[in-house]
């Protein structure tokens, strides 16, 4: 059955055009300003411009303009608009696309080519434990999983196994990490200035961010070179982050020994080191 516009109700809107309705009232299709608006009640499903919709709601466009849907909410607090556009020109046709029309910014694209792009904010993971899965990759690893990353300063102190030296300043002290995955990366450069207190036992460098990891031996959990060191009592040879620590044991140049605390100088700007290495967290 199809119901024609004349006059009386449906006379009064222009844009409302033929109505068709099926005998069984389980699809309607009406034309309106050129489109079609296809309703599938039976299968609970939408056309725009489409008598066939396969999903909840089908939205079919013309070659070279945009397809999108606006969702705004105008109430207090709301946000928005948004839209979901496909086939916005100039990022070509084959693609679908996130665009914040408050601040007139496209967030996501997702092409053809199976690319996504974020064009404005960050990929946050939301949850601890979760991250980026390459396990779609080969491999022989326990894990594909990159879960972390993070870099920021830390604040390098000598201290000792027994009891730590004291000193009046650090008149010079930059401290720098990265975190990739369960590897930090540090790099340092501080000095002394008067020596308060002797210490007792052997050396250590403390204030690591992270712990080393708890299991393994100091070989296969971290180094540190030394780069430089000036005005020392008795010169480091290089350093270790051994299993569960997080400090950097020195180690003396005559064999691979701890160095002891009294290797530290007791003068004005004494025990100046520089160094960076890697060491694997938990």
Known sequence: MTIKQQGGVFGRN??????????????KTLNVDGGTLFVDAGNNRVGVNETSPDTKLHIKGSGGTETSITLENTGAGGNGPWLLSAGQPGFGNSHFSIYDAANARRVLVADSSGNVTISAGNLIIGTSGNGIDFSATS?????????????????????????????ASYPVRSAHYRKIGAMVFVTARFRTNGYNSDGVGNLRISGLPYAAKSSGSF???????????????????NGVVK????????????????????????????????????????
């Open 139 to 167: 491999g022989t690893g326990t894990s594909e999983l990159f879960d972390d990353y993070e870099e920021g300063t830390w604040t390098p102190v000598y201290t000792a196994s027994t009891t730590d030296p004291t000193f």
């Open 14 to 27: 222009p844009t409302f055009n033929d109505v068709t309705v099926d005998n069984d009232l389980v699809s």
């Open 219 to 237: 070989f296969d959990t971290g180094g540190i070179t030394i780069h430089s060191v000036q005005n020392w009592g008795s010169i480091p040879y």
């Open 243 to 282: 299993p569960g620590d997080a400090f950097i044991s020195l180690i003396g140049s005559t064999g691979f020994v701890d160095q002891s605390v009294l290797a530290l100088g007791t003068g004005t700007n004494n025990n100046d080191i520089s160094f960076s290495g890697m060491y694997v967290t938990d």
